[in-house]
T-cell receptor
Framework: ETGVTQSPTHLIKTRGQQVTLRCSSQ?????VSWYQQALGQGPQFIFQYYREEENGRGNFPPRFSGLQFPNYSSELNVNALELDDSALYLC??????????????FGPGTRLTVL | AQSVTQLDSQVPVFEEAPVELRCNYS??????LFWYVQYPNQGLQLLLK??????LVKGINGFEAEFNKSQTSFHLRKPSVHISDTAEYFC???????????????FGKGTHLIIQP
């Protein structure tokens, strides 16, 4: 059973640029959630994708967008990068959208640094 | 909106001693409760969760937690810790009824458990 993988591991961008982060979900999982973890903070929910559609969103501006593909892998896109976007971005896959019924399995994250 | 407070940012404990990591939550509606562990350079791993039923929940690696509704707490405990338990621990909640659509997990800021030999 393959776990959740994310790429790249690390990324450095400058303010105003755009970035795309990728996530491959665990085999058999159809739901992907994205979280932002700033240094010294707990993860914050960005959004969730289920069957290729956004199924819920946290308190993040529209410049944070995503995609889910037919194989359930996912992308997180961030436009017009700001310094505060520097964080660890975590992807979690699960079977179904319920946090109670389907355990979320987290990937190791992508460390984004915005200069 | 719901929130999670982990009062201790760091907890140093000697090896083989017991430990308790505190978690309090605030929510106007019923929630599910979770504890996750994050080892360096790794993703979060679920330790245990409370959905309903018995308020004492047992998880992996010898951890357990007790849900106290009146005190809105979900403290994590282990009777005897090992060096390998050194990690960041996160308490999290999610709404039982999100009104359609997902609202994800709401995490606390984490507690760094430091095991001293």
């Amino acid at each position: 059973e393959t776990g959740v993988t994310q790429s790249p591991t690390h990324l450095i961008k400058t303010r105003g640029q755009q970035v795309t982060l990728r996530c491959s979900s665990q085999s058999g999982h159809n739901t992907v959630s994205w979280y932002q973890q700033a240094l010294g903070q707990g993860p914050q929910f960005i959004f969730q994708y289920y069957r290729e559609e956004e199924n819920g969103r946290g308190n993040f501006p529209p410049r944070f967008s995503g995609l889910q593909f037919p194989n359930y892998s996912s992308e997180l896109n961030v436009n017009a990068l700001e310094l505060d976007d520097s964080a660890l971005y975590l992807c979690a896959s699960s079977l179904g959208t319920s946090t109670a019924m389907g355990e979320q399995f987290f990937g190791p994250g992508t460390r984004l640094t915005v200069l | 909106a719901q929130s999670v407070t982990q009062l201790d940012s760091q907890v140093p404990v000697f090896e083989e001693a017991p430990v308790e990591l505190r978690c309090n939550y605030s929510s106007s509606v019923s929630v599910y409760l979770f504890w996750y562990v994050q080892y360096p350079n790794q993703g979060l791993q679920l330790l245990l969760k409370y959905l309903s039923g018995s308020t004492l929940v047992k998880g992996i690696n010898g951890f357990e937690a007790e849900f106290n509704k009146s005190q809105t707490s979900f403290h994590l405990r282990k009777p005897s810790v090992h060096i390998s338990d050194t990690a960041e621990y996160f308490c999290a909640v999610s709404l039982m009824y999100s009104g359609g659509g997902a609202d994800g997990l709401t995490f606390g800021k984490g507690t760094h458990l430091i095991i001293q030999p």
